[in-house]
């Protein structure tokens, strides 16, 4: 325990009490009265006026304590009045200059403190302070109360010591009234009566009521009651009624029927006076206009309603308490118990959780306590009829004042997603394990081999090669024209093309059908170079032939399994993103900030995962062949120019430049527009991402003879050599960690390829790791233009 500073300017300060006369004085209604008008504002235990001895507290006024004094080296005001502000202790038990005071150990068990120094002839007297048995913070307006009564009990002090005549009574009174029309609410003072008859009604009735004060003085011209709601009037009137009788205060809400016939939700504190036989006095009370309040809560319970799980708020004390101070409706769908059953103790939702998964949901809510990080947790629960049900939580740890530890989060069921992804990770499972035994019997199985002599026309056949084939080794001969008779009709060409091109090449690599002999058909793989030594003279052509029949079925299933994937989860995901871009947009009312930021997350993978599956799509058509290509002929400058458009907010995002260099537009390209866009919007794009900021991306296009070379630059990262054969494959990506700070599919360049080559073209990019990349795409010019009138009029519009 730390007992209280002494002053340096003590003595001063004694005096300065001792000249008030207050010490040892009877108590008085005009102290009295304001210390309870302070327990009804503000919710107190205790409201004492506290004077500060040289070796006591003495209480000249006080509410909620018998005591009458208690000794200065254990008080909390006796550290208030060092202060020249509030001096306001939150939680005493954790408060290490009171820790172990015993009026924190003991009666009256003090764990808030709140004191406002009572400066008289410039020296701190003693305090107006207020106590209460729980945790508490004040907040800016409940400061702004406490200190503007301590100015009130201040001024009645310096009115007492210069005994004010009459005047000067009626000028204290109007001053309580002044400072009573500045409170944010109501205040009064009433008979106990079946009229509640006023003998005190602040101004600030009249715009809550749209009726003056003076209108219920004595009921003059109306009664309170005869403003309160005919369906709340019972309601107040037992309440209020059961509060006298058993001696304790009020606080209700209720409706008041204003002059224009608006309604109006207010909250009343109260509680009566008593005199020395225990007879009812007077009931005194503070009436606060709470309808912005309510309006916001049912905005927000409107809002939480149309939400797929619940929103709430999850606290955990240090001594194991649990509770839901929050929580919308749609926690009793999840967890079958309605928010009123969770709000003080929730234990009994880890009670409907399967004991499996507690021990690593108890840890993940220990972890994100200790180090106040997201906490996301799936579990399962069991429902009360025995179903088990997949839960998904996710929520944002708040330390408070008094230790414990408050989340905000949502949580849903995510079952019947689940299931799908169970059974989806089962089909990829299988997937996988099929793979893994193609695999191993690609590696144990045997090849078969063939040798071709270019000058001389024989071929030799490994002993498999038969096999393959369906062919009897001992009645066949190996050829040429043998090995092509067995190809199937509609891969007569694609092969024939491939054997002119390892003439000219040197290799060959071609997948197609043949049909054996039993009539079966079947897919290989042929693979061959020429050998390039210097003497070989007879120009062999070495080759393999493997059966790739499983592995054709298997790519077949692979993309008649993400084709209906994507298709089926399409649907849904365009209704999730419509419903979460109506909620963000505000035209339901303006969401709280936590739910905002949710929705935002929830939003942007919505996006993420809808660009996913269009890109699944595309490469769907891509790979059989049903992307329609409407060619056209375009200028090459307003396509480029048109890019650049579209990509500028984007690139604003990320504080970087787009510059389109000069362009001839003379140059005419012939292509499906909507594809050149897409490809063009996807390597910018990337550019962009990948440049730092204030970066400029750079587009500039090339011409030559036949056709035209389009350039995307920008001085980002580059690309790693060792990434350099992957980059345009499917879902490749030089970053594939969780951690990555590009978002992407790994599909987008896949894509721009097939397209680039569907119309004729060619990809590829030059980077250097560190220092940028550069893209480009080779498209032939249009046909009917005449190359040499283009390359003049690009070399006339550079030089002007």
């Known amino acids: 325990m730390q007992p209280p500073l002494t002053p340096i300017n003590e003595s001063d300060r004694l005096e300065a009490l001792y000249a008030t006369g207050l010490l040892d004085t009877p108590s008085e209604l005009r102290f009295d009265r304001l210390t309870q008008l302070v327990q009804l504002c503000l919710g107190s235990d205790i409201v004492l006026v506290s004077l500060i001895d040289t070796a006591r507290q003495w209480f000249k006024s006080k509410q909620g304590v018998a005591v009458c004094e208690t000794h200065r080296d254990i008080s909390f005001c006796g550290h208030a009045v060092l202060a020249d502000d509030i001096f306001e202790v939150t939680d005493a038990s954790l408060d290490p200059r009171f820790t172990d005071n015993p009026l924190v150990t003991d009666a009256p068990f003090i764990r808030f403190y709140a004191g406002a120094p009572l400066t008289v002839q410039g020296e701190r007297i003693g305090t107006l302070c207020i106590i209460d048995a729980k945790p508490r913070q004040l907040n800016a307006k409940e400061r702004q109360i406490l200190r503007k009564f301590a100015d009130a009990v201040e001024q009645e002090i310096i009115d007492r010591q210069q005994e004010y005549a009459e005047v000067a009574l009626n000028a204290s009174r109007d001053q309580f009234e002044s400072l009573v029309a500045n409170i944010p609410g109501i205040t009064y003072r009433c008979d106990a009566d079946e009229h509640w008859t006023m003998r005190y009604m602040s101004s600030s009735i009249d715009p809550l009521s749209g009726y003056p004060a003076s209108d219920f003085i004595a009921n003059s011209v109306r009664s309170y009651s005869s403003v309160i709601h005919p369906d709340d009037t019972a309601r107040v009137e037992t309440v209020v009624a059961d509060a006298v009788l058993h001696r304790h205060g009020w606080i209700l809400q209720y409706r008041v029927i204003h002059k224009d016939g608006r309604v109006i939700w207010v909250e009343e504190r109260g509680k009566a006076g008593y005199d020395s036989n225990n007879n009812v006095r007077y009931l005194d009370g503070f009436i606060l206009d709470i309808s912005e309040e309510k309006k916001l809560k049912h905005q927000l319970i409107t809002l939480t309603s149309q939400l797929p799980g619940a929103v709430y708020q999850y606290q955990q004390w240090p001594d194991g308490r649990v509770a839901f101070p929050y929580a919308s409706a749609a926690i009793r769908s999840i967890y079958g118990l309605t928010p009123a059953q969770v709000k003080d103790d929730a234990s009994v939702v880890f009670s409907k959780i399967c004991s499996e998964d507690l021990p690593a949901l108890a840890h993940s809510i220990e972890r994100s306590r200790q180090q106040l990080t997201v906490w996301q947790c799936e579990y399962r629960l069991r429902r009360d009829d025995g179903a088990i049900a997949w839960i998904l939580g996710k929520a944002n740890p708040e330390r408070m004042l008094d230790g414990s530890t408050l989340w905000h989060g949502y949580i849903q069921d995510i079952t019947e997603t689940k299931q799908h992804y169970l059974q989806l990770e089962q089909v990829n499972q299988q997937l996988h394990l099929a793979q893994q035994r193609l695999d191993t019997a690609s590696e144990n199985a045997l090849i078969g081999f063939w040798q071709e002599s270019l000058t001389h026309d024989e071929v030799w056949w490994s ?60 897919w290989v793989h042929e693979l061959a170079r020429v050998l390039t030594n210097a003497d070989n003279e007879e120009q062999f052509l070495i080759g393999s032939v493997q059966d790739v029949t499983e592995r054709m079925q298997l790519q077949q299933l692979k993309n008649e399994f993400i084709s209906t994937v994507s298709h089926e989860l399409r649907t849904p995901l365009t209704s999730i993103k419509g419903a979460l871009s109506l909620l963000n947009s505000g035209t339901l009312g303006q969401l709280p900030e936590t739910i905002s930021r949710l929705i935002n997350v929830a939003y942007s993978n919505s996006d993420r995962l809808s660009q996913l599956i269009n890109d699944l799509l595309d490469i769907e058509k891509l790979a059989a062949g049903k992307m329609n290509f409407e060619l056209q002929t375009v200028s090459l400058f307003a396509e480029l120019e048109h890019t650049v458009m579209n990509l500028q907010p984007y690139a604003h995002q990320f504080t970087v430049q787009l510059r389109l260099e000069p362009i001839a537009s003379a140059i005419q390209i012939t292509v499906d527009t909507s594809r050149l866009q897409q490809i063009l919007t996807n390597l910018v794009s990337n550019a962009i991402k990948f440049s730092a900021k204030d970066a400029v991306v750079t587009l500039n296009a090339t011409p030559t003879t036949d056709s035209v070379r389009i350039d995307i630059t920008d001085t980002g990262v580059g690309i790693a050599p060792e990434f350099h054969t992957r980059v345009f494959e499917r879902f490749a990506q030089a970053d594939s960690s969780n951690n990555r700070q590009t978002g992407g599919t790994g599909l987008g360049l896949a894509i721009c390829k097939e397209l680039v080559e569907k119309m004729g073209g060619q990809i590829g990019f030059d980077s250097v790791f560190g220092e940028g990349s550069t893209f480009y795409i080779i498209l032939p010019l249009n046909k009917q233009n005449n190359t040499s009138n283009v390359l003049s009029r690009v070399n006339n519009e550079n030089i002007k």
């Open 463 to 522: 002993p498999i090669i038969y096999h393959i084939l369906g062919f009897e080794q001992a009645n066949t001969v190996p050829s040429v024209a043998l090995l092509r008779s067995v190809v199937h009709p509609d891969d007569r060409q694609l092969v024939a093309e491939s054997d002119n091109a390892a003439l000219e090449t040197g290799t060959q690599d071609v997948v197609h059908r043949i049909i054996r002999s039993d009539g079966s058909i079947r």
